[in-house]
């Protein structure tokens, strides 16, 4: 009687086992699964981005003295979007990525003071000396966002406005891709420019 | 010391970032860069066109940027401010370099930079008065820091009468002039796939020369990817450059422009020269493109022709036979309760729906895990070749009537009344679907095609449709009495029938062992043999047991399922899966080459014609259109007299680059004929020809090309 069930059964789990072959996407693209990290952060917790599941995450790439994230922490800019992404319960993530003896690279609570200082709120600052995270994202510039989505997928990957400058005066001109992003999840809606092109220092790297 | 390095030039951020530094001279400098303002001319006329220029030179290890700066970084600007009525053109970019940190890729200048204009100055102005030429400079200079900075360099030439020479002007502007890049003076194309965009240039002299490095600076950001390889080659006179699209990829009709770079080695050490490229890339039309214009109507057709498709699959000798095994059992039971055999029809209407369903699901599965996958792809694994090689001969052995199970096989006069009379009629819909998927790429290649580069809805609504057209002719007939009284009547021709179609099965095993011989090796055919032979073994003990006493009954059926396990495990340990035993059944012959991307590119680059087939062993259409059309001697002489080259790609394999090939025609599985006309021809976009050949077909899709051309 188990034959003519068994056939099938052994033909359906070797199409199955097709499952098993395939990779695990590693690049951020947009509309698929963000990658995975684990990183210390500055308060000495520790963040797995798989734990954060449900919320909407941000991830900034930082750094106090490259002249670009300058602009956009005097004017207030980032701090202001810092405030706005939090009250819609959104997780800012900075990632401070340079390496050892690097611009930028700081200790948790110098970066902390650097914050309070300057009147950014994030909800946390990643500290990520060896590049890991910042490779895991091609991260290039700071500043420099990937916006993640409650279930994981990564739906914005670019820069924080459409002039690239280092000219505070120019805040008020450009189109704010994170403002307008924020705006989007507000409304549910589709970030409708997902992709833009990031400007600033170069993310310092251990060479 | 770091800290205090770090320190040092925080100070220098502050301390520039403040207060930039002014000046309204020809020359000004910060702590990294002299700047100069120059001109092509010591004195201007009025009317006349003339360069100016700035010159950065910066300390060592610092760099400006290019018009792209790369993957951080901003470009030099210039604004210049002139006398009313004058005009300035965008600046003549110089030929970059490139700046590695790391992951990071920047384009810009070391040492020295000088930015051109074009200066028109106004028809008007007055001779013997002065011509001002400001220039508010910006820059971002970088080593591992970077800094903004701002200059702004004026200089004022005399207006003089056209009679009074202008004077040589700056020496700098002739030095500048040679940091140009040029244009390209060769031919080149850029053909774009859907990851890859690949710049093909011709030159009889690139074999000849030294060429030591080739790079190409893309002149937009996003177009490609900054910091990946660009491997490039030189075969025949065709220099090809593969760059990888960025996260902006070219729009269709969009240029990519920018500058090629070739560094050779002479006598004096190697040389880099830049080519000014600007070309829209060679896109193949998808039909996925045409697609998105009209979802709608593509939907519904798509859902149509697999529900055709599902109708017509019912005739295919895999299919004709497992459901000739249930029309018989209805004619049996013709006069049974007509209640039990709607709910058998409905059994195994379900039985089909949940295994495309779960075949759907199991595709949309793999695509989102972002893996290149097509219809058919299944029998890419000798695994599943083999274990449906082992599923027809079974299926084969027990319409010779070797052996049945319970009262019979696969619910063919089972006792209608119990409930695994319907599980059976549930399973035999699940076979169907099984034994129907080699024969479902033929007809439904366009739908499935479709359906895979769908959202998962409508790939499911295909999947469902097509397996309900393969449901519907069983389900039509078990739902109307009427109709099962058209049948004939019952007898002993039933049995004969039966039997008969054994023979399809042996065959379609048959052929499926000489699809593992190609894919697995010639000990695989070995393993394969030796596998049905046990299994006809427990066949046949479990047969011939059954109906004696109990103990024998139970130790027949015990033996019978140890070796049938025997034989599992043996065959799945014995075949060897790994992706570099199969061996490609495309070797070139004299009448066709087989398929590479470089290959079909470099011909195409050349303009040649080409045909390109791409084929599956496991693929029976395939086949069958190679021995009916492209084998024949007639198209193999359209071939020669056309010039075409006839390419042959083979997706028996796993094969990433002809999935992708074949995504690029908006198909997922094979086969697929194109017909790549040559660049003399009226025709320039490939022609997609259908997926049953006839010689007449191939002749005509050639031919008129072939006369277009001569007319030309």
Redesign the interface.
């Given at each position: 009687?188990f034959?003519?069930?068994f056939?099938?059964l052994?033909?359906?789990s070797?199409?199955?086992?097709?499952?098993a072959?395939?990779?695990?996407?590693a690049e951020p693209v947009i509309d698929?699964p963000a990658p995975l990290f684990t990183g210390t952060a500055a308060d000495g917790s520790t963040i797995n981005l798989a734990d954060l599941h449900g919320k909407t995450v941000i991830l900034e790439w930082t750094n106090h003295?490259?002249?670009?994230v300058?602009k956009h922490y005097e004017s207030g800019n980032i701090p202001n979007l810092q405030k706005q992404a939090v009250a819609q319960g959104i997780v800012w993530l900075q990632v401070i990525t340079s390496a050892?003896?690097?611009?930028g690279?700081v200790t948790g609570e110098v970066a902390q003071k650097l914050n309070a200082h300057r009147g950014a709120t994030p909800t946390n600052t990643l500290l990520d000396g060896n590049?890991s995270i910042?490779?895991l994202y091609?991260a290039?510039?700071t500043p420099q966002f990937f916006i993640i989505d409650p279930k994981g997928v990564l739906i914005y990957?670019?820069g924080i406005d459409s002039i690239?400058?280092?000219?505070q005066s120019d805040i008020g001109k450009a189109e704010n891709y994170i403002s307008a992003a924020l705006a989007d999840i507000a409304a549910g809606r589709k970030i409708a420019n997902a992709?833009t092109?990031?400007?600033?220092?170069?993310?310092?790297?251990?060479? | 010391m770091l800290p205090l390095r770090s320190l040092f030039f925080s100070l220098i951020v502050l301390f520039v970032y403040s207060g930039y530094v002014q000046a309204s001279t020809f020359e000004s400098s910060t702590d990294q860069v002299k700047a100069q303002l120059i001109a092509s001319v010591d004195a201007v006329h009025p009317g006349e066109e003339i360069l100016v220029g700035v010159q950065e030179r910066i300390i060592p290890h610092w760099h400006t940027y290019w018009i792209n700066p790369g993957d951080s970084g901003l470009p030099t600007t210039i604004d210049y401010v002139l006398p009313t009525g004058s005009t300035v053109g965008g600046i003549q970019w110089p030929t970059p370099s490139r700046i590695i940190l790391g992951p990071v890729t920047n384009y810009g200048y070391e040492n020295e930079v000088i930015l051109l204009s074009k200066l028109k100055v106004p028809d008007d102005i007055q001779t013997g008065s002065a011509f001002p030429i400001q220039a508010k400079v910006k820059w971002l200079v970088c080593d591992e820091i970077c800094i903004p900075q701002k200059v702004d360099l004026a200089l004022t030439l005399p207006v003089v009468l056209p009679s009074i020479a202008s004077g040589n002007g700056s020496p700098l502007i002739k030095t500048a002039q040679t940091t140009l890049p040029t244009t390209s003076p060769w031919p080149y194309s850029i053909v774009k796939s859907e990851n890859t965009l690949a710049i093909k240039v011709t030159d009889t002299q690139f074999k000849n020369s030294n060429i030591k490095n080739v790079w190409f600076y893309p002149e937009k950001w996003g177009k490609i990817v900054h910091n990946a390889e660009q491997p490039w080659k030189i075969s025949g006179d065709t220099l090809e450059l593969h760059l990888k699209s960025g996260d902006e990829p070219l729009a269709t009709d969009e240029n990519l422009s920018g500058i090629l770079t070739l560094t050779i080695d002479g006598p004096n050490g190697s040389v880099t020269q830049g080519y000014q490229l600007a070309a829209p890339a060679i896109a193949i039309p998808t039909i996925g493109e045409i697609d998105t214009k009209a979802p709608d109507l593509v939907l519904s057709s798509a859902l149509l022709l697999a529900l055709l498709g599902g109708i017509v699959l019912n005739l295919m000798p895999c299919v004709f036979p497992v459901l000739s095994i249930k029309a018989i059992a209805l004619i049996k039971h013709a006069n049974h309760d007509p209640l039990e055999n709607k709910l058998h029809g409905l059994a195994y209407t379900l039985g089909i729906l949940v295994s495309f369903a779960l075949l759907g699901t199991i595709l949309i599965i793999l695509k989102a895990g972002g893996a290149q996958i097509g219809w058919g792809f299944q029998f890419q694994s000798p695994l599943f070749v083999l274990g449906v090689a082992y599923l027809m001969f079974t299926v084969g052995l027990s319409l010779s009537g070797v052996f049945s199970i319970g009262v019979s096989v696969m619910g063919i006069g089972s006792s209608l009344a119990n409930r695994s009379g319907y599980s059976g009629s549930f399973f035999t819909g699940v076979l169907a679907t099984v034994v129907a998927t080699p024969c479902t790429a033929p007809f439904m290649g366009a739908a499935l095609g479709f359906a895979l580069t769908q959202p998962p809805a409508i790939l499911l609504a295909v999947f469902l449709s097509l397996g309900f057209g393969l449901a519907l002719p069983y389900l039509t007939l078990s739902q109307w009495p009427s109709l099962q009284r058209r049948l004939p009547k019952p007898g002993v021709w039933m049995d004969r029938l039966k039997q008969g179609l054994a023979f399809p099965m042996y065959a379609a095993a048959v052929w499926l062992v000489w699809v593992l011989a190609q894919q697995a090796g010639i000990n695989a055919v070995a393993i394969a043999l030796g596998g049905m032979v046990v299994i006809a073994f427990s066949a046949w003990l479990y047969e011939s047991t059954k109906t004696g006493i109990k103990s024998i009954q139970r130790s027949g059926a015990g033996v019978a399922g140890i070796s049938l396990w025997l034989a599992l495990i043996g065959s799945y340990l014995g075949i060897d899966t790994s992706p570099a035993a199969p061996i490609s059944n495309v070797e070139t012959s004299n009448t066709f080459e087989a398929y590479s991307p470089a290959r079909l590119n470099e011909l195409r680059a050349e303009g040649k014609p080409v045909f390109l087939n791409l084929t599956a062993a496991w693929c029976i259409s395939c086949l069958v259109n190679e021995k009916v059309a492209l084998s024949q001697e007639s198209v193999i002489q359209a071939f020669n007299q056309a010039d075409v080259t006839y390419l042959k790609g083979d997706w028996t394999n796993r094969d990433d680059e002809i999935t992708q090939l074949l995504a690029e025609f908006g198909r997922s599985g094979v086969p697929l004929y194109v017909y790549y006309p040559g660049k003399n021809s009226a025709l320039k976009s490939p022609i997609v020809l259908p997926q049953v050949l006839t010689p007449d077909l191939v002749i005509r899709t050639i031919k008129p090309s072939l006369m277009r051309e001569k007319e030309v």
């Open positions: 009687m034959l003519h069930r056939y099938p052994t033909l359906l070797l199409i199955l086992s097709f499952l072959i395939t990779a695990v996407n698929k003295e490259c002249p670009f300058v050892p003896g690097k611009e690279n590049g910042g490779k091609r290039t510039n990957k670019g690239p400058s280092a000219d992709v092109k990031p400007y600033g220092c170069s993310v310092k790297y251990a060479s | -």
